[in-house]
């Protein structure tokens, strides 16, 4: 099934004014990904399914054709120099700022299936030790797939051999009759709450965050809206605070946010 010229300039502006995910280079993903789906939902053609989408698709439909197009693709311990400043530098600073409060304001943006901020919430009790109790770390993480938001809140995985042993026993539940699945262990789940979020919409959260994880999720922005979407973190951020890309990433050189560190970004 092919998609012609028109659909796909259809199916790609709708993509990107809503979710700012920039396939105009995805022809060929777009047609091997979508034909199935198209099919299934007992279209003829593309003209047929991007007619729809454009009119009446609901939100299981929009699920169904972002879960296609955009790459859940995430694992523990995923750039581990990401956390290794988060564990010696950030960690440090916040918990000496937070002293008063005891409270940490953190996003995971773009979590996908939860490995990122359950991985985090790793290091957060590994740092605070006996003290963790008597803190509020809870992670916010957001994606926008409800697919794998819902991996994410089921919390079992397969885990790599980078997972330090200890944390395997500490952190995490073997499934029964299933050697090479774990589940995340309750403490850990309780530290992530899971919404799910466009990162297109206003953020308008209760607080203002001391740091926030995005990494591996603006690969699919283009500049622009990259560009808004750092402008928007940075006014959701607290003076002080740390933006985390991957290394894939960059900013802009006019990026609000001062480089401290490869990937990390500061409010000044
Ligand atoms: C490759 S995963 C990154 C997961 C994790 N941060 C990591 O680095 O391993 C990218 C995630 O970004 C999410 N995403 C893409 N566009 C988004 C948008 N507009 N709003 C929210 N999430 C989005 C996708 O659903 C996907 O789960």
Redesign the pocket.
């Known amino acids: 099934m092919a998609i012609s010229e028109a659909d796909f300039h259809r199916l790609v502006s709708f993509v990107k004014q809503k979710?700012?995910?920039d396939l105009h280079e995805k022809k060929q993903l777009i047609t091997s990904r979508l034909a199935n789906t198209v099919k299934g939902m007992g279209f003829g053609g593309f003209t047929e399914y991007v007619d729809y989408l454009l009119k009446s698709g609901t939100g299981d439909d929009i699920n169904a054709l972002?879960?296609r197009l955009?790459?859940?693709?995430?694992?523990f311990m995923?750039?581990v120099e990401s956390f290794d400043y988060f564990t010696g530098t950030i960690l440090p600073e916040l918990v000496r700022a937070h002293q008063r409060d005891k409270t940490l304001s953190i996003w995971?943006?773009?979590?996908?299936?939860g490995?990122?901020p359950y991985n985090m919430t790793m290091y957060i009790m590994d740092y605070l030790g006996s003290q963790y109790s008597q803190w509020d770390t809870r992670i916010l993480a957001?994606?926008?797939?409800l697919e794998?938001l819902n991996k994410a809140k089921a919390g079992v995985y397969q885990l790599p051999d980078t997972i330090p042993e200890k944390w395997r026993k500490q952190y995490f539940v073997p499934v029964k009759g299933k050697t090479d699945q774990y589940t995340v262990a309750p403490k850990v789940k309780q530290n992530v709450l899971f919404r799910q979020?466009?990162?297109?919409d206003p953020i308008q959260f209760r607080r203002k965050f001391d740091l926030i994880?995005?990494?591996?999720?603006m690969?699919?922005?283009d500049q622009p809206t990259k560009d808004a979407l750092v402008r928007r973190f940075y006014d959701a951020t607290v003076p002080g605070g740390y933006l985390v890309i991957?290394k894939a990433e960059n900013l802009s050189p006019d990026t609000p946010y001062g480089r401290v560190a490869t990937s990390i970004f500061r409010k000044k």
């Open positions: 979710y700012g995910i972002l879960s955009t790459t859940n693709y995430t694992y995923r750039e995971s943006a773009g979590c996908s299936s490995e990122e957001s994606d926008l797939s794998a979020f466009n990162l297109m994880f995005c990494r591996n999720v690969i699919y922005f991957s």
